[in-house]
């Protein structure tokens, strides 16, 4: 029989081991020099004739046997051989695990690049001038807190995240939903974990002190040192914002670290003329004490003068190479390493996540508008396109089920041949919403910089594991 | 194959399961082993299966998409296989009293099948 390996990507270790991340199952093998060679042999065009190759060995009881387990682990395939049936939808209604809550589409800043204000903003009307109400009322977050808590099944945890607008612009609704969740999580025996996104503008003591003893999960949107951040993260009259938001931040992660609350994020949204990754990460972590770091490449229609461009991933790609770097120095001492991107990768290989839909829109997570409307996520509230119901009269589950069903990873045929496709899925739809008009197209101007990345996870995965295999047990799922 | 990369094997396996998807699928299919064995196998297997599931057949089945064009083998194979061997007078003609010539026409189930004909009761 002609037989193949599947879908893969081979990878070595710093001492010569040879791995494989097998694509169709996002399992990764070991192997020795002689399984690494059957493989080798098994992957070429068109693959081998069984028979034939066994006839050729000079061991053929060991190489048969190496090859059984390459069959039955799914590395080597019968030519031509139907892939499994995959289920089209979890059972639905899925139950919800988050939901996040605009509580306004206001900003006090004017990023030039904002997709919720600039050129490709979703929003039907006048982007800051509002196209819903500006804020949501507490009325409002405490039904969207009524509609999570009857919408998570079976869940003892979910996740109430509150987005903007500026996020902070509208702290009596943070604190009416906060307290609100607490009171009738406890009532349902639920538990509930705040996060929050902020420009760091508005981090007064008062709301510090809060976000501090709620133990909130929080991430705050800066681009770097002075010069990264006031390039384009400016107030409304171009003033750079960096001075306001520097010793707020200081005093936000003193303030949290006394009180040995979750880590706290930064978000850097990577555009044209930025400074190297690895000094923002520094500058981050060292001068401002970010317990991690986080880069974004920023979403850009076609044509955007701070669009990253094919230069720039390259750039970002050796980039993240160095500070990979440190990742697996620290990894090999046993630390924790504040290099976000990584890390979630690292912890999607080591979990072998193979994932149906990029991410959890429309499937655990919703968002919800300053007028209580759901959307697909954060980025598609008040997008009428993609609306999916509202807090107060639930799920419309036709349409989130017709979305689900056009945005799995079978649909995308673009996707048929890519190794990075269990962890990718096609990307953001976000992105493929603003760069294509359609939120369940593949995303195939990021494509090389994903392969890019990935191949850097996997190569980073395979050292840490010949040196320190203990290092990923903290990435274990039960 | 070891499923466990924490625990070394001598002589060292061959292949290792890294992460966790790996380790899982490396315990199903170790698991799995020895479940299916052939009756011809030396030394042979000491319980043997009984009735219809003496021969390879799926049964009345319909595939993931509740047709049966993904089943593994003709449906008609099932057909002939439940007349002669089993009772399963719903599905099939009898071959005790109703109908015990209808696969008359068929020698080979594996060639021939399709000139079994419908019968009407």
């Known amino acids: 029989m002609q037989l193949q390996t599947v879908l893969h990507r081979r990878f070595q270790g710093e001492r010569g081991t040879q791995f494989v991340y097998v694509a169709t199952s996002a399992a990764i093998l070991g192997f020795d020099a002689p399984t690494a060679a059957v493989v080798a042999d098994f992957a070429q065009d068109g693959g081998r004739d069984d028979e034939a190759w066994l006839a050729d060995q000079p061991e053929r009881d060991k190489a048969a046997s190496t090859l059984n387990d390459l069959i039955d682990l799914g590395v080597v395939r019968p030519v031509g051989e139907a892939a499994a049936p995959r289920a089209q939808l979890p059972p639905m209604p899925f139950p919800l695990a988050t939901l996040v809550l605009n509580v306004t589409n206001k900003c006090n800043l004017s990023c030039t690049y904002c997709y919720e204000y600039g050129e490709d903003r979703l929003t039907a009307g006048d982007g800051s001038k509002g196209t819903g109400k500006p804020k949501m009322d507490d009325d409002t977050a405490r039904q969207s807190i009524d509609f999570l808590l009857r919408s998570c099944g079976d869940r003892p945890q979910v996740s109430i995240t509150f987005f903007g607008g500026e996020t902070l612009l509208n702290f009596p609704a943070i604190k009416a939903a906060t307290e609100y969740a607490e009171e009738q999580a406890k009532a349902k025996k639920k538990r509930v974990h705040y996060s929050l996104t902020t420009n760091a503008t508005l981090l007064t003591d008062e709301v510090v002190d809060f976000l501090t003893r709620h133990r909130f999960g929080i991430t705050i949107s800066i681009d770097g040192a002075q010069q990264d951040q006031d390039r384009h993260r400016t107030f409304q009259k171009g003033v750079g914002s960096f001075d306001v938001i520097a010793p707020r931040i200081r005093h936000l992660l003193a303030t949290n670290k006394e009180r040995k609350g979750r880590s706290i994020g930064a978000r850097v949204t990577l555009t044209a003329g930025a400074s190297p990754a690895p000094a923002t990460y520094r500058f981050l972590t060292q001068e401002l004490g970010f317990d991690e770091v986080g880069f974004a490449p920023v979403t850009a229609g076609l044509g955007r003068e701070y669009a990253l461009g094919e230069k720039g991933y390259e750039k970002l790609l050796r980039e993240f190479g160095e500070l990979a770097e440190d990742y697996v120095a620290a990894a090999l001492r046993n630390e924790t390493h504040g290099f976000a991107n990584l890390g979630d990768l690292l912890r999607e290989l080591h979990q072998g996540v193979n994932k149906a839909h990029p991410c959890g829109a429309g499937l655990g997570l919703l968002g919800v508008s300053t007028e209580g409307e759901l959307g697909l996520c954060h980025r598609f509230v008040e997008s009428k396109s993609h609306a999916v119901g509202n807090v107060t009269q639930g799920i419309d589950e036709s349409v989130r089920t017709a979305f689900l069903t056009q945005a799995h990873i079978d649909q995308k045929t673009d996707c048929t041949q890519c190794f990075a496709r269990p962890l990718c899925a096609g990307g953001c739809y976000h992105e493929a919403h603003v760069r294509y008009g359609d939120a369940t197209v593949a995303n195939l101007h990021y494509c090389e910089w994903i392969r890019g990345f990935v191949d850097l996870g996997l190569r980073t995965y395979g050292r840490i594991l010949e040196a320190n295999p203990k290092f990923f047990a903290r990435f274990e799922q039960s | ?121």
């Open chain 2, 1 to 121: 194959m070891t499923s466990d990369p924490n625990v070394p094997a001598r002589p060292a396996p061959r292949i290792v399961a890294c992460n966790q998807k790996a380790r899982q699928l490396a315990a199903l299919v170790l698991a799995q082993r020895g479940q299916a064995r052939a009756l011809t196998q030396d030394p042979p297997p000491t319980q043997y299966p009984y009735g219809c599931t003496t021969i390879f057949a799926p049964g009345w089945e319909v595939d993931s998409g509740n047709g049966t064009h993904g089943l593994c083998q003709p449906i008609e194979r099932d057909l002939y296989d439940c007349y002669h061997t089993c009772y399963w007078p719903a599905q099939v003609p009898d071959g005790v009293t109703n109908a015990p010539k209808w696969t008359m026409s068929c020698g080979a189930p594996m060639q021939d099948w399709k000139s079994i004909d419908l019968v009407f009761p």
